[in-house]
Protein backbone atom coordinates (compact mmCIF):
# COMPACT_ATOMS: atom_id res chain seq x y z
CA UNK A 1 0.00 0.00 0.00
CA UNK A 2 1.37 3.32 -1.20
CA UNK A 3 0.19 5.02 2.47
CA UNK A 4 0.70 9.04 2.19
CA UNK A 5 2.83 8.75 -0.58
CA UNK A 6 2.19 5.82 -3.06
CA UNK A 7 4.04 7.81 -6.02
CA UNK A 8 7.20 7.21 -4.16
CA UNK A 9 6.07 3.61 -4.13
CA UNK A 10 5.13 3.30 -7.15
CA UNK A 11 8.28 4.48 -8.71
CA UNK A 12 10.36 2.15 -6.06
CA UNK A 13 8.09 -0.59 -6.78
CA UNK A 14 6.71 -0.41 -10.07
CA UNK A 15 2.89 -0.45 -8.59
CA UNK A 16 1.25 0.74 -4.94
CA UNK A 17 -2.34 0.25 -4.00
CA UNK A 18 -4.21 3.65 -3.32
CA UNK A 19 -7.35 5.21 -3.39
CA UNK A 20 -8.86 3.91 -6.29
CA UNK A 21 -7.06 0.66 -6.66
CA UNK A 22 -9.85 -2.52 -6.14
CA UNK A 23 -8.99 -5.87 -4.67
CA UNK A 24 -11.29 -8.91 -4.84
CA UNK A 25 -10.97 -11.91 -2.82
CA UNK A 26 -11.92 -15.06 -4.49
CA UNK A 27 -10.59 -17.72 -7.22
CA UNK A 28 -8.48 -16.67 -10.08
CA UNK A 29 -5.92 -18.35 -12.11
CA UNK A 30 -2.83 -16.44 -12.18
CA UNK A 31 -1.46 -16.91 -15.93
CA UNK A 32 2.36 -16.61 -17.09
CA UNK A 33 2.22 -14.04 -20.63
CA UNK A 34 6.38 -14.69 -20.45
CA UNK A 35 7.01 -18.42 -20.11
CA UNK A 36 10.44 -18.05 -20.95
CA UNK A 37 11.11 -15.64 -18.08
CA UNK A 38 13.90 -17.22 -15.30
CA UNK A 39 11.46 -16.95 -12.84
CA UNK A 40 8.09 -18.01 -14.43
CA UNK A 41 9.76 -20.72 -17.08
CA UNK A 42 7.98 -23.78 -17.98
CA UNK A 43 4.95 -22.80 -16.07
CA UNK A 44 1.49 -23.68 -16.99
CA UNK A 45 -1.34 -21.66 -14.93
CA UNK A 46 -2.17 -21.86 -11.95
CA UNK A 47 -5.38 -21.56 -9.73
CA UNK A 48 -5.47 -20.05 -6.36
CA UNK A 49 -8.00 -18.66 -3.75
CA UNK A 50 -6.46 -15.47 -2.75
CA UNK A 51 -6.48 -11.87 -3.27
CA UNK A 52 -6.25 -9.72 -6.37
CA UNK A 53 -5.15 -6.15 -7.08
CA UNK A 54 -5.73 -3.86 -9.92
CA UNK A 55 -6.31 -0.40 -10.99
CA UNK A 56 -3.03 0.84 -8.55
CA UNK A 57 -0.45 3.70 -9.43
CA UNK A 58 2.27 3.20 -11.59
CA UNK A 59 3.41 3.46 -14.71
CA UNK A 60 2.72 -0.41 -15.99
CA UNK A 61 4.50 0.54 -19.16
CA UNK A 62 8.08 0.15 -17.14
CA UNK A 63 7.28 -3.11 -15.96
CA UNK A 64 8.05 -6.67 -17.19
CA UNK A 65 4.81 -8.85 -16.50
CA UNK A 66 4.94 -12.00 -15.68
CA UNK A 67 2.27 -13.30 -13.89
CA UNK A 68 -2.16 -11.78 -14.56
CA UNK A 69 -5.36 -12.00 -13.50
CA UNK A 70 -8.63 -11.68 -15.52
CA UNK A 71 -10.16 -8.74 -13.20
CA UNK A 72 -13.09 -6.41 -14.83
CA UNK A 73 -12.64 -8.39 -18.00
CA UNK A 74 -8.96 -7.48 -18.57
CA UNK A 75 -5.68 -8.97 -17.51
CA UNK A 76 -4.23 -7.53 -14.86
CA UNK A 77 -0.62 -7.44 -13.25
CA UNK A 78 -0.16 -9.84 -10.14
CA UNK A 79 3.64 -10.82 -10.67
CA UNK A 80 6.17 -8.18 -11.94
CA UNK A 81 9.44 -7.33 -12.49
CA UNK A 82 11.46 -3.86 -12.28
CA UNK A 83 15.15 -3.10 -12.82
CA UNK A 84 16.19 0.35 -11.56
CA UNK A 85 19.76 1.30 -11.89
CA UNK A 86 21.41 -1.98 -10.17
CA UNK A 87 18.59 -3.15 -8.80
CA UNK A 88 16.13 -5.87 -9.66
CA UNK A 89 12.48 -5.54 -7.97
CA UNK A 90 9.84 -8.41 -7.74
CA UNK A 91 6.17 -7.34 -6.99
CA UNK A 92 3.72 -10.07 -6.09
CA UNK A 93 0.54 -10.09 -5.04
CA UNK A 94 -0.57 -13.18 -4.33
CA UNK A 95 0.05 -14.76 -1.19
CA UNK A 96 -2.34 -12.84 1.08
CA UNK A 97 -3.43 -16.70 2.73
CA UNK A 98 -1.40 -18.85 4.29
CA UNK A 99 -2.38 -21.66 2.39
CA UNK A 100 -1.34 -20.09 -0.32
CA UNK A 101 2.16 -20.36 0.83
CA UNK A 102 1.20 -24.38 1.32
CA UNK A 103 1.17 -24.61 -2.90
CA UNK A 104 4.77 -25.69 -4.02
CA UNK A 105 4.25 -23.96 -7.57
CA UNK A 106 3.61 -20.63 -5.41
CA UNK A 107 6.74 -21.50 -3.34
CA UNK A 108 8.88 -21.91 -6.48
CA UNK A 109 7.64 -18.55 -7.89
CA UNK A 110 8.38 -17.17 -4.54
CA UNK A 111 12.43 -19.17 -4.57
CA UNK A 112 12.86 -18.30 -7.81
CA UNK A 113 12.33 -15.02 -7.45
CA UNK A 114 14.81 -14.42 -4.57
CA UNK A 115 17.55 -15.57 -6.55
CA UNK A 116 16.79 -13.50 -9.38
CA UNK A 117 16.53 -10.53 -7.25
CA UNK A 118 19.73 -11.78 -5.54
CA UNK A 119 21.51 -12.02 -9.53
CA UNK A 120 22.13 -15.63 -9.77
CA UNK A 121 22.48 -17.27 -12.42
CA UNK A 122 20.97 -20.28 -11.04
CA UNK A 123 17.24 -19.60 -9.53
CA UNK A 124 16.54 -22.93 -9.06
CA UNK A 125 18.99 -22.94 -7.20
CA UNK A 126 16.40 -23.04 -3.47
CA UNK A 127 13.90 -24.73 -5.47
CA UNK A 128 14.40 -28.34 -2.97
CA UNK A 129 12.44 -26.21 -0.28
CA UNK A 130 9.46 -25.82 -2.43
CA UNK A 131 7.82 -29.09 -0.45
CA UNK A 132 9.86 -28.56 3.01
CA UNK A 133 6.89 -28.46 5.86
CA UNK A 134 4.17 -27.86 2.84
CA UNK A 135 0.86 -28.83 3.53
CA UNK A 136 0.46 -30.99 0.63
CA UNK A 137 -1.82 -33.88 0.48
CA UNK A 138 -1.56 -36.97 -2.08
Keep these: EGG ?14 TLGSKFRHGEYDLVFPQPGHPITRGFPAIHFTDETYWNMRGD ?7 GAAVEDNALRPQ ?8 SRIVG ?24 WVAKLENVDRLAELALVGAAVRP
Design 4 to 17: PDPGAVAERMGLSF
Design 79 to 86: LWTLERRQ
Design 92 to 115: CIPGHYTWTFDDPLFRILVLRSIC
Design 60 to 66: VSRLNIL
